[in-house]
């Protein structure tokens, strides 16, 4: 397992991130899907944040990403969903016929944490912080 660390701490943040297109428009295809994710690994340094894994259905995005303890998740996604429907409405005049008025993303959105030990396994963990064997 390969940590992040900075001045100051040592850590592995990693985020599964779910992104469903309004109304559940079917709109993504590969070249779409590609214009995306190169937006948000645009974007992702300036909230130190790293695309791990990217994948796609015709309706929704899975992303797999990185974090750091003082990246704002909400602050980025709003700031992600914001330019990719902007630039891939603009990119892919397309996209405009499938959707309803200006919208491109849902307005909500299912953020993850991941990590590498089960919750019940980190729970017994400390618990037994303490106790003598």
């Known amino acids: 397992m390969q940590l992040d660390n900075n001045n100051h701490s040592v850590f592995l943040m990693c985020y599964h991130l779910v992104l469903v297109i309004k109304y559940r428009r079917k709109i993504f295809d590969d070249a779409i899907s590609e214009r995306g994710k190169e937006i ?42 914001s330019a990719s429907s902007r630039l891939l409405k603009k990119e892919y005049p397309e996209v405009r016929t499938k959707l309803w008025k200006e919208y491109f993303w849902s307005r909500s959105y299912c953020l993850l944490t991941t990590g590498g030990a089960p919750i019940e396994v980190i729970k017994k963990y400390i618990e037994s912080q303490g106790e003598k064997h």
């Not at 990246?71 to 709003?78: G, H, T």
């Open 40 to 81: 948000f690994e645009y974007i992702a340094p300036n909230y130190n944040i790293t695309l791990m894994k990217w994948n796609h259905d015709e309706d929704h995005v899975h992303i797999l990403f990185k974090a750091h303890p003082n990246s704002e998740l909400s602050k980025f996604i709003n700031a992600y969903k």
